[in-house]
């Protein structure tokens, strides 16, 4: 039996959220498995990333939970469940999806004008368009409110002067959402990356997240129009809006990398022989898969909840935090475990677990660190802030 079977969680979808998952595991059996350990190994060239985008924009996957603009406009549930299997074939390929969708796309569809909206989204749905979305920056990571990256008016025009880091997409990005201080407080722009002054430099000799490209971003005094500004986001409260759209995803997606490592475990189990028995036949082994089925499950039913929190309109930010924070945190645990089952067989990425464990080690730093969602969980529960 598959370990999400137990407690038959397909009762808990209707039949758009099943037919969602089921497009989306298809697309990751013909267009992920086969290719990922290449991917990974060889860390994936930009054509391979834009021609998967492109894939998945004709899928509906690209901002699949916004309204209009090409995008499909699907429950949160089902955008959950897209993530869940994506990552289930890799967490960078959904990483692409959540940043191009959730990110760069949901910032401009939530706070851009409508000349904005009209210029990039339908093509960022599409996947002709790429989008990346410039928070972090060196120094500041955790604690985006003391970035350095600065917009100073010039006229009528912006002027930006600065440097960001660790940004998914950066460099095959057609656009980029840059959030930058400026005398009114934190703003976001929407900068074409072909802008004189703006580069890329993607970020080598990485050992998680390999199937997916990563990069700094330098912004060199970009000079943008005054109409590049994402009007309706004054704040960090801008930014991090955009990052509960995210985390909810991962919430979903890390249990696909997790059950992605179940899956195989438990068929690895029953074909290794070890002192003469099958593996799936030792106490050992099957006190580890319950424990991990255990967690799955349940991690599961707590996605369900937020997903339907959200599509109810009910979703606290604090609620993500508990999501992406348990979701991760075990997602990782499980991965780790499964390792140890397959021996050494486990360290090579004939195998998907240790290349899951590798990206999750990611997936537990960005999008707020563990820690800093244990922070946001502990404000919450005892009004005291212990952030600095
Ligand atoms: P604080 O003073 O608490 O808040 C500032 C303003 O923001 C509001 N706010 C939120 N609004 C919406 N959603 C949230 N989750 C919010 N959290 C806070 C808050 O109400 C306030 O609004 P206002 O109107 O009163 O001004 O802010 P703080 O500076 O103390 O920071 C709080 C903290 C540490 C939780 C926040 O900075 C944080 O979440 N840090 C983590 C940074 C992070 O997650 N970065 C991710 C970068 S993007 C990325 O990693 C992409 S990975 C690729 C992929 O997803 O695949
Ligand atoms: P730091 O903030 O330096 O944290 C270091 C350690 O200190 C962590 O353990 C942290 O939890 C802990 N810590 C920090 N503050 C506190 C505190 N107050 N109390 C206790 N402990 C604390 N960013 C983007 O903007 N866009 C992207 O597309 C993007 N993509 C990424 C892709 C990858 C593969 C990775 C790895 C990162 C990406 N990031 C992106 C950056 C990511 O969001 C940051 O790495 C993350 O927010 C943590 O910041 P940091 O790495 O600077 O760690």
Known sequence: MAPLQLLVIDHLLDDDELAIQDTVRRFVDDRVRPNVADWYEDEPAPETMRDLAREAGKLGLLGMHLQGYGCAGTNAVAYGLACMELEAGDSGVRSLVSVQGSL??????????????????????EGELIGCFGLTEPDFGSNPAGMRTYARR?????????????????????VAVVWAQTDEGVRGFVVPTD??????????KKLSLRASITSELVLDGVRLPADAVLADATGLRGP?????????????????????????????????????????????????????????????????HLGRLKDDGRLDPRQVSLGKLNNVREALTIARECRTILGASGITLEY????????????????????????????SLTGESAFS
């Not at 010039?154 to 057609?174: E, H, Y």
């Open 352 to 379: 998907p677990v240790l290349r899951h464990a590798n990206n999750l080690e990611s997936v537990l730093t960005y999008e707020g660190t563990s820690e800093i969602h244990q922070l946001v969980i502990g404000q």
């Open 195 to 204: 802008t004189p002054g703006f580069s890329a430099p993607a970020i080598g």
């Open 154 to 174: 010039d006229g009528t025009d912006w002027v930006l002067n600065g440097t960001k880091m660790w940004i998914t997409n950066g460099s095959i990005a057609d």
């Open 104 to 125: 760069a796309m949901f910032a401009i569809w939530r706070f851009g004008s409508e000349e904005q909206k009209q210029r990039w989204l339908p093509g960022m749905a």
């Open 240 to 304: 991090l809006s955009c990052l509960n759209e995210a985390r909810f995803g991962i919430t979903f997606g890390a249990l696909g990398a997790a059950r992605d490592c179940l899956d195989t475990t438990l068929a690895y189990t029953g074909s290794r022989e070890v002192f003469d028995r099958p593996l799936s036949s030792f106490q050992l082994t099957q006190s580890k898969l319950a424990d991990m089925t255990l967690e799955l499950q349940k991690g599961f039913l707590l996605a369900m």
